[in-house]
């Protein structure tokens, strides 16, 4: 059973049909979840009762969407949401430093940061290798992650392996150690978990509403087209389909395309602060 209700099936296989064609890709290359959201209504739409917006089941679609693939940098989202978890729970001390990290994993996707985020979340450390007792100990500490999204008890959570750091080079000492001979242990997502963790920040149940409104604003990224030509890095560009750029940007969703989830401000309202 899936948390969304399956809609646009045709539409969706033609979808892959067409980005085989265009890629030269086999369809077992690609994995691809589709939530269709018709109005802005579903901004905090479960700040009131959570239980009762995953009872009102989205419609969406999906190729694969249970084939576990290394996220890269995806996988950020959701040491962005175990942070705000931490804070909620008194189990992270807010500080600057936290606040900066966060920010420069999310917004900017900084690897460094996303090493500091993952040292403070778990109590671990990268460095040399250890003996073998210290090492166990570190290892269980470093899946303090993992059994926070696995513990939730949503079934898509539960294949999911959420304990690594990501690189620019690569791990060394411990954390080389941690991947194991083979890198079986590496970070690994599917897209329908992953679909799931953003409905919930969209719906305002990630952790609680003002940590899902502040999760938004993080995940923000401007459309305006001299904003995107001068940062290169934008996060938008190579990203994010232009029909759905176009969708944002006009309210009107893309024609001929599958439907976006976008989540533009209704108002000028203040973002909140994190601490």
């Known amino acids: 059973m899936t948390f969304f209700h399956p809609e646009g099936i045709s539409a969706g296989e033609r979808l892959v049909q067409a980005t085989c064609e265009k890629f030269q890709l086999s369809p077992q290359n690609l994995a691809i979840t589709v939530l269709m959201y018709n109005t802005p209504s579903a901004i905090d739409a479960g700040a009131a009762n959570p239980q009762g917006f995953w009872q009102q089941k989205i419609r969406g679609w999906s190729w694969r969407g249970l084939e576990l693939t290394y996220p890269a940098s995806v996988i950020k989202l959701f040491y962005a949401v175990a942070v705000f978890e931490w804070l909620t729970r008194g189990m992270l001390t807010p500080s600057p430093e936290v606040e900066r990290a966060l920010s420069d994993m999310v917004a900017h996707s900084?690897?460094?940061?996303?090493?500091?985020?993952?040292?403070?979340?778990?109590?671990?450390?990268?460095?040399?290798?250890?003996?073998p007792g210290p090492f166990e100990t570190w290892q269980h500490q470093r899946q303090l992650v993992n059994r926070y999204f696995h513990n939730l008890g949503v079934p898509v959570y539960a294949p999911i392996n959420v304990c690594q750091k990501t690189w620019n080079d690569g791990p060394y000492g411990r954390e080389r150690l941690f991947y194991g001979d083979t890198m079986g242990n590496r970070n690994l997502l599917t897209t329908e978990a992953t679909a799931h963790l953003l409905h919930s920040i969209v719906g305002g149940v990630a952790v609680n509403p003002q940590s899902s409104q502040h999760l938004r604003s993080l995940l923000q990224r401007s459309l305006d087209p001299a904003d995107l030509a001068a940062d290169p890095e934008n996060q938008v560009t190579g990203f994010w389909d232009r029909g759905c750029q176009r969708a944002a940007g006009s309210g009107r969703r893309p024609v001929g395309r599958a439907k976006c989830a976008t989540t533009r401000p209704t108002s000028k309202v203040p973002m909140p602060t994190l601490f």
């Open 110 to 131: 900084s690897n460094d940061a996303t090493g500091y985020i993952v040292d403070v979340l778990t109590g671990t450390t990268s460095g040399p290798e250890l003996p």
